[in-house]
């Protein structure tokens, strides 16, 4: 059922978007783009941080 939701064409993209305009408003949306960035970037630095801690602690393990 996922895959039937992106198998839109150009007018139904057009309408979403024209709907999506409607309801947050022209100011709203790039607040929106830019917060969903941030949660993106943040996302991404804390699983980069959790393979690092990984990787380090791998190393700090004594050898027999």
Same mark, same amino acid.
């Given at each position: 059922m996922p895959l039937a939701v992106l198998n839109l064409g150009a007018g139904e993209w057009v309408l979403v978007f024209v709907v999506i305009l409607v309801i947050f408003g022209s100011g709203k949306i790039p607040q929106i783009g830019s917060s969903? @960035?941030? @949660?993106?970037k943040n996302f991404r630095s804390a699983v980069k941080g959790e393979e690092e801690a990984e990787v380090k602690a791998e190393d700090k393990t004594p050898k027999a």
């Open positions: 969903l @960035g941030k @949660g993106i």
